[in-house]
């Protein structure tokens, strides 16, 4: 996994169909995805439920990209090993997800993935200024986790912009994940933001059967971001 700031459309398979894993992963490859997003949510952390490390496994074979998955979950250390075996390319955990999200950091990279950092809305970035060394992928939340469809909460522009200039230079991307569309994907871009995180915008409208509009979507979202960073494909 090279680094490079340019914008990643990274779908979120919550918002896919649940009995199609492996054709939907297929599609939004085809249609021209750059990361696939899992959303592993343990209905603890975040009021809801959805898979576990078994579900990577049976995924992997079909993600030719680069799979993101997000850990909704506390605790996060006892799962981390079998995340990692799964085949998952990036864990990201999240900072309210316990006390020791240092030695959580630690763990994933030692298990051999590159390690991601979540926020949710009401965490300042301040808590991340130390560990700018532990992580590979700060990940902004514009929802409260837990649900795809979500409104995207427009006080977190700021705090992508502050980040991003925390960041600097050092090879660390930043994620936004929840309420991304071709209307708030230019604002977050401007802001800073280099992987978009989209379920409702992308898989509205299209099927495994009729991928086409995931095509449509994905490039809507990209357009946008693209747009307001002055780089066009
Ligand atoms: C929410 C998840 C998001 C969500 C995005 O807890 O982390 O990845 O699935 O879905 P949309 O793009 O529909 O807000
Ligand atoms: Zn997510």
Known sequence: MTFDRSIKIAPSILSAD???????????????????????????????????????????????????????ISPVDPYIDAFAQSGADI?????????????TLQAIRAAGCKAGLALNPGSGIDSVADMLDMVDLICVMTVNPGFGGQKFIHGQIDKVRRLRAMIGDRPIHIEIDGGITPETAPLMAAAGADVLVAGSAVFKGGSVETPAPYG??????????????????
């Open 216 to 233: 449509d979507n994905i490039r809507a979202i990209r357009r946008a971001a693209e747009a307001a960073t002055g780089v066009m494909a």
């Open 91 to 103: 864990l990201t955990a999240h900072l309210e997800a316990g006390p020791h999200i240092h030695r």
């Open 18 to 72: 649940f009995a199609n894993f492996g054709g939907e992963i297929r599609a939004i490859e085809a249609e021209g995805c750059d990361w696939v997003h899992v959303d592993v949510m343990d209905g603890h952390f975040v009021p809801n439920l959805t898979f576990g490390p078994q579900l990577c496994v049976a995924i992997r074979p079909h993600v030719t990209t680069l799979m993101d998955v997000h850990l909704m």
